[in-house]
Each structure stands twice: as C-alpha cells, then as structure tokens.
C-alpha cells in the first residue's frame, strides 16, 4: 500500500473528526487575530 494510499484511507475514516480539527483551528486563529488586534482598539 503506498503513502498516498494510506493517506486517503485516513482521510475517508477520520472525517468528522477531521472536520472538528479544521473548526478547532480556524476558531484558533480568529482568537489569535482578535488578541493581537486587541491593543488598538484601546
């Protein structure tokens, strides 16, 4: 089974979970940008 195989296999069974860590990280870097925004609005 090659790399790109195995990766897909992944991919097919970790979806929703998958999904939660897409969500996790973008709600991550809207607080990260709201933070470093924070000082100016003060």
């Known amino acids: 089974m090659t790399t790109l195989n ?3 296999t992944i991919a ?3 979806q ?6 897409a969500l996790g990280a973008a709600a991550l870097m ?3 940008v709201v933070g470093l925004h924070l ?3 003060v």
């Open 39 to 41: 000082p100016s609005f």
């Open 6 to 8: 195995q990766i897909k």
């Open 12 to 14: 097919v069974r970790s």
């Open 16 to 21: 929703q979970t998958l999904l939660h860590d």
């Open 30 to 32: 809207v607080m990260l």
